[in-house]
């Protein structure tokens, strides 16, 4: 993955679309990928989680296809898929096509119907490091179909269905959080999102002196390969056990009482869950009244509980957690945490801005002195939700 980016937008992808298609795109629509600042596998236990929206998006143009059936293009560069229109919303190759299928089916649902389209597809989200490129897909295409079907779909509605292509069309059980944030991004805002109701609040991140970087460490993540969904059934398991519906029920005080009946793993699952939805409000607390040392207090120890608790992390990020309160600028750092489904993937750590490029390369020379490790970091300002960039 690297996270040094080229720009997209309306007017980079036209030219490759009417090269591939010969003709011009109606519809061209972007959405986000996002950072999670706090709130680490929460949503799915309808609990609290704060991202904020990248400035980095996939953006997807689309027409009506002349040619009678689909015609879509993955990336630029990569060559045109031809989808019969009564296949466009089952599952099929390549892989990645079942995000659009998924979307394509899921608004057929809806009553809506795009017709067979000609699309094509760029994004500058990075992919498989916990940036959500994916929700980001989901949401672009979604928001792109439905603009060019004339019809409207609310934000809540394109997080619902971008979620349902997932469980649905991707095998991955994910929660609620990448594609809420993919469709409701502001500018200079993070989001602190109450899974139990889908009601939100915009938190302001407009103070210049503080930075948001985004590192990674370089080692791929999957959320498809098991240990997500085993987290969860854990969850269940253990809200189960206390007698409530979901673990935003529970009280560390329940979890301490029933302590025996939960066993080792689903007490230590469990208080993750119920000390970080506290720990996410003490951090919108605290970024409100502009005290970003109490919100690094909260994201250190949120990337503890998710260390050790909730067993997300792997060596290369805690190495990098580390990292960040031993390099030279470290007291530069409010506060650093993984950040995404966890197992790779990068931190996302607040930093005072006039030392953010510094701190970024003592912890690339750091890292790379630790472990061998070459990587990139990005540093982010929150950027706008799905949006329709321009349409005929
Ligand atoms: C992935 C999932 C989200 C969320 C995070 C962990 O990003 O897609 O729904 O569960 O992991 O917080």
Not at 24 to 33: D, E, T
Not at 135 to 145: D, Q
């Amino acid at each position: 993955m690297d996270l040094e980016q080229r720009e997209i937008n309306a007017e980079t992808i036209t030219p490759y679309f009417e090269k591939y298609f010969g003709h011009k795109p109606a519809v061209i629509a972007a959405a986000p990928g996002r950072v999670n600042l706090i709130g680490e596998h929460t949503d799915y236990n309808n609990g609290f989680v704060l991202p904020m929206a990248l400035e980095n998006n996939c953006v997807v143009a689309v027409a009506p296809s002349p040619s009678g059936e689909h015609r879509w293009c993955g990336s630029l560069g990569d060559m045109i898929y031809c989808v019969p229109a009564a296949e466009a919303s089952s599952k099929g190759e390549p892989f990645w096509s079942n995000y659009v299928r998924g979307v394509i089916a899921k608004l057929k649902e809806h009553g809506i119907d795009p017709g067979p389209v000609d699309m094509l597809i760029d994004s500058n989200v990075p992919r498989g490091g916990g940036l959500s490129s994916s929700a980001a897909l989901e949401v672009a295409v979604c928001t792109a179909l439905s603009k060019l079907a004339g019809a409207e779909v609310a934000p809540k509605e394109k997080a619902i269905i971008g979620q349902a292509v997932e469980h649905e069309f991707v095998n991955v059980p994910c929660g609620i959080m990448d594609q809420f944030i993919s469709a409701h991004g502001r500018k200079n805002h993070a989001l602190m999102l109450d899974c139990a109701n889908l009601e939100y609040k915009l938190i302001p991140m407009e103070d210049p002196e503080v930075s948001v970087l985004v590192f990674d460490s370089a080692v791929k993540h999957s959320l498809a390969d098991g240990a997500y969904g085993q987290r969860r059934r854990q969850c269940e398991e253990a809200a189960q056990i206390m007698g409530v519906p979901s673990l935003r029920e529970a009280t560390l005080e329940m979890i301490e009482s029933k302590k025996n009946d939960l066993g080792d793993v689903r007490y230590r699952r469990a208080r993750h869950v119920v000390g970080e939805n506290i720990r996410v409000r003490n951090f919108a607390e605290a970024v409100g009244s502009g005290n970003w040392e109490e919100a690094g207090v909260a994201m250190r120890g949120s990337h503890a509980s998710l260390r050790d608790d909730y067993e997300v992390s792997c060596a290369e990020v805690d190495t990098l957690v580390s990292l960040c309160d031993s390099i030279p600028s470290s007291s530069s750092i409010y506060g650093a945490r993984m950040t995404g489904g966890g197992f790779g993937g990068c931190i996302v750590a607040l930093v005072k801005s006039d030392a953010v490029e510094q701190v970024g390369h003592e912890l690339l020379d750091a890292y790379r002195d630790a472990l061998g490790i070459e990587t990139t970091y990005l540093v982010t300002r929150a950027g706008d939700g799905a949006r329709v960039l321009r349409h005929a």
